[in-house]
């Protein structure tokens, strides 16, 4: 199993960025598929964006496109959600999601298919 820990959340005005952050425990952590969900109040977990073990294949949802970038740092067992031009509707408890992949340059979309998860952090976008 992989701990992890989000960081970076937090109260932030529209059109303002956040950066967030997940610290994986696991030292083989570049043999897995990292991702973002994130679940607002009365609504469905939801796929935010997917990165490969490599960081060469990367999603995105539509409603993020353009606007937030996932990235990693290996050395660091770090992966990272930068989210600009924040939208109230972007407002939601924002999770990270492990699975291991190698050597496929897998990215999973959907929740099921990630059996590691942080405990959330919190980003509310003020209009």
């Known amino acids: 199993q992989v701990q992890l820990v989000e960081s970076g959340g937090g109260l932030v005005q529209a059109g303002g960025s956040l950066r967030l952050s997940c610290a994986a425990s696991?030292?083989?952590?570049?043999?897995?598929?990292l991702a973002w969900f994130r679940q607002a109040p009365g609504k469905e977990r939801e796929i935010v964006a997917a990165i490969s073990w490599s960081g060469g294949n990367r999603y995105y949802a539509d409603s993020v496109k353009g606007r937030f970038t996932s990235s990693r740092d290996n050395a660091k067992n770090t992966v990272y959600l930068q989210m600009n031009s924040l939208k109230p509707e972007d407002t939601a408890v924002y999770y990270c999601a492990a699975a291991r992949t190698f050597p496929r340059s897998s990215v999973f979309t959907t929740a099921n298919e990630y059996d590691n998860w942080g405990q959330g952090t919190q980003v509310t976008v003020s209009s």
């Open positions: 696991e030292r083989t952590f570049n043999n897995y598929a």
